[in-house]
C-alpha cells in the first residue's frame, strides 16, 4: 500500500532564510507526487506536482521540488522564505495505473516565518 | 469563474439526524472525490468519483454515502451522524488524467453532537 511521510508537523524559519519541507513516498513504482498548500480557513491550493519527465518541477509563489527516485523523495523548497507562505503544506501522492482515483495525502507541514 | 462550492459551509447536528452536504463544480470535471481533515491526520480520502454513475470508496468510507447522478454534483450523505464524524470536510475535482491536480471547494466545518 501507498503510503507518505511528511518530516516534522512544524517547521519556522525566519524571512527570507530557505524553506525545505520533506515529503517521503513508499511505493514500489514511482506515483504521481502533488504538493498543495492551504491558508489558514481555506480549501487546498495545488502549488506543483511531478509526473514525468524532468526531475526538478517548478511552481507558483517561487516553490519548487525535485524527485529523487533513488531516495523515494519529492521535498518541496523555496529559497527565500516570505510572511505570506505561512501556511500549511501537504504532499500526496496518486498511484499509476489502476482506476487512479485515489490521492493520499501525508499528515501535513505547517509552516511559520518570523519577521 | 472555475470553482467547486460547498454547502452548507458550516453546520451543527445532532446524532443520528440525517444531513447532505451538497458539492459542485461548474469545470465540467471527470473526477470528484469527498476528504476529511482532522488535526493531525491531514486529510483522508472518502469516496471519489470517475464519471456520472461511477463511484468508489477511499481509505475511511465507513458512515458515509455517495451519489453522482449528475456530472457537476457529488452530495455526501451521513445517513445516521455520529460525533466521530465531527471533522472538516472538503470536495474536490479534476479532469481526467492521472497527473493532473485537483480543484478544492471552501470547507464544511460539521459538529455532531
Known amino acids: 500500500a501507498q503510503s507518505v511521510t511528511q518530516l516534522g508537523s512544524h517547521v519556522s524559519v525566519s524571512e527570507g532564510a530557505l524553506v525545505l519541507l520533506r515529503c517521503n513516498y513508499s511505493s514500489s513504482v514511482p506515483p504521481y507526487l502533488f504538493w498543495y498548500v492551504q491558508y489558514p480557513n481555506q480549501g487546498l491550493q495545488l502549488l506543483l506536482k511531478?509526473?514525468?519527465?524532468?526531475?526538478l518541477v517548478k511552481g507558483i509563489n517561487g516553490f519548487e521540488a525535485e524527485f529523487k527516485k533513488s531516495e523515494t523523495s519529492f521535498h518541496l523548497t523555496k529559497p527565500s522564505a516570505h510572511m505570506s507562505d505561512a501556511a500549511e503544506y501537504f504532499c500526496a501522492v496518486r498511484r499509476r495505473g489502476g482506476s487512479q482515483g485515489n490521492l493520499i495525502f501525508g499528515k501535513g507541514t505547517k509552516l511559520s516565518v518570523k519577521p | 469563474e472555475a470553482q467547486v462550492t460547498q454547502n452548507p459551509r458550516y453546520l451543527i447536528t445532532v446524532t443520528g439526524k440525517k444531513l447532505t452536504v451538497t458539492c459542485s463544480q461548474n469545470?465540467?470535471?471527470?473526477?470528484m472525490s469527498w476528504y476529511r481533515q482532522d488535526p493531525g491526520l491531514g486529510l483522508r480520502q472518502i469516496y471519489y468519483?470517475?464519471?456520472?454513475?461511477?463511484?468508489d470508496k477511499g481509505d475511511v468510507p465507513e458512515g458515509y454515502k455517495v451519489s453522482r447522478k449528475e456530472k457537476r454534483n457529488f452530495p455526501l450523505i451521513l445517513e445516521s451522524p455520529s460525533p466521530n464524524q465531527t471533522s472538516l470536510y472538503f470536495c474536490a475535482s479534476r479532469p481526467g488524467g492521472a497527473g493532473m491536480g485537483q480543484y478544492f471547494g471552501p470547507g464544511t466545518r460539521l459538529l455532531v453532537l
Open positions: 468519483s470517475m464519471n456520472v454513475e461511477v463511484t
Open positions: 469545470m465540467n470535471h471527470e473526477y
Open positions: 511531478y509526473t514525468t519527465g524532468a526531475t
